[in-house]
């Protein structure tokens, strides 16, 4: 859904639909066309959809020392350190590889088949315990920062699915999203919830077709089993009974990923301030930027959610455009629970639109929009703009904003709209909008509604 990068609430195309469509529908449809605008079916072929920012639960590290001290217990890390201390000086393949007799006599000693032996190398070779010269190879040193190695170690792992890490080919493409997901449920995951989210991860994102998905079900449990038994010998998982979860090491490693591709990964340390939070300075460390996207998350998970909601209805319906938008990037995770919150929004001049669409969206009974209505909530969605110092690159993520005979109607909508920020909204088009007909059209329509 398009937004304003600060929380914008409303997807501004499908506003412009419920201008269209909202008055002539049944309630079902009506429900059907809230749901879409809100962007809970929402699907997207664009290539930025790899490179989104994800916002993860807030995790807790076990100790630094203890990290540490966990690392040579590895057993990856173990096999690469006696690898080490076997391997000694002497000469290497031209691709840098023990000769084949010797990697057959070491597989042996060590008790490793020459697939694991080959990423044991690897970890060996590139976490300094083995060093190779044009002269072969030989010893390298231990580790001085041990936390460092075992970024790197993870790293080499990660590295090698491309080539066939853990002998599952669905578990190797998806292993990243694998470990996000887990990642993100510390109590662990069960063996069934993994296969079926791997399995639809496969469906959906490698477009497989229905045979080899039916093939899939029936191979992929005997798969993730030795795939698992790969990753936790490599000291990222932990296997129960019935579930599986990230072992310490493992929860410090996905996250130095995860923070390395740009998402937000907090330590709970980071943001369990900002559960203390007033809902009033709450919303305004987000606006500012100073609180993490997981932020909102915590602070409602502290409260009773029909408290919760009713604090931040309190301050969006005297607030601004900017408020509101991020408030209802919060309440928009909310569930029925905050329905009678919700409710007594309805009351409120500055809400009462929003709360309509938040109780249609789950299917509870709501007031009908008008076109009207529509117009008024796409400008109080185009208004966050105003709180925004970059305006030209947040412009950039309303992708309703192209140039169009639709935007040109929006544009017009606007100027005869009562809300009170639509001429302010127009002169911003006027000023920054990069198509010259819309910006023109948008001052035009901005000295029309300034003549009423």
Request: proline share 5%; aromatic share 4%; with cysteine.
């Amino acid at each position: 859904m398009a937004n304003s990068g600060n929380g914008g609430v409303f997807d501004l195309g499908e506003l412009r639909n419920l201008i269209d469509e909202l008055g002539s529908v049944s309630g079902e449809e009506r429900e059907a066309l809230l749901a879409e605008m809100a962007g809970e079916n929402d699907e997207c072929d664009c290539d930025d959809c790899e490179s989104e920012v994800l916002s993860f639960p807030p995790v807790e590290l076990a100790p630094p020392a203890e990290l540490a001290g966990a690392v040579r217990s590895v057993p990856l890390v173990r096999d690469a350190r006696r690898l080490a201390a076997w391997t000694g000086a002497r000469e290497v393949t031209a691709e840098g590889f023990l000769p084949p007799g010797e990697a057959r006599e070491v597989s042996g000693e060590l008790g490793l088949t020459l697939d694991r032996l080959r990423l044991v190398w690897i970890v060996a070779v590139n976490g300094g315990l083995l060093r190779i010269t044009r002269a072969g190879v030989s010893r390298g040193e231990e580790p001085s920062d041990l936390m460092r190695f075992w970024d790197g170690v993870v790293m080499d792992v990660l590295d090698r699915t491309e080539e066939g890490l853990t002998g599952s080919a669905v578990a190797d493409e998806h292993l990243t999203e694998m470990l996000a997901t887990i990642y993100a449920t510390t109590d662990g995951i069960t063996y069934a919830a993994l296969i079926e989210g791997m399995l639809q991860a496969h469906e959906i994102g490698c477009e497989a077709r229905a045979h080899e998905m039916r093939r899939l079900r029936e191979t992929l449990p005997g798969e993730l089993d030795v795939a698992l038994d790969l990753l936790q010998y490599c000291g990222l998982f932990e296997r129960g009974a019935e579930s599986v979860r990230l072992t310490p090491l493992g929860v410090w490693a996905v996250r130095q990923d995860l923070l390395r591709e740009g998402h937000d990964a907090p330590l709970l340390s980071e943001i369990a301030g900002f559960a203390e939070l007033s809902a009033c300075e709450l919303v305004d460390a987000m606006l500012t930027g100073e609180a993490p996207s997981s932020a909102p998350a915590l602070w409602a998970e502290r409260r009773v959610p029909e408290d919760a909601a009713r604090e931040l209805i309190k301050v969006a319906a005297s607030g601004t455009a900017g408020q509101r938008g991020v408030i209802g990037t919060v309440l928009a995770e909310m569930g029925p629970e905050a329905e009678p919150a919700m409710r007594e929004a309805l009351a409120e001049p500055a809400m009462w639109r929003h709360a309509a669409v938040w109780l249609a969206v789950r299917d509870l009974e709501a007031p009908v929009l008008t076109e009207e209505d529509g117009t008024w909530l796409a400008v109080d969605t185009l208004a966050t703009l105003l709180h925004i110092a970059d305006v030209p690159e947040a412009m950039e993520e309303f992708e309703e904003l192209e140039a169009g005979d639709e935007l040109l109607r929006l544009v017009e909508d606007i100027s005869r709209s009562s809300h009170p920020d639509a001429i302010a909204v127009l002169e911003l088009l006027g000023a920054n909008h990069p198509d010259a007909t819309v910006a023109k059209a948008a001052r035009k329509a901005a000295m029309k509604a300034r003549s009423r």
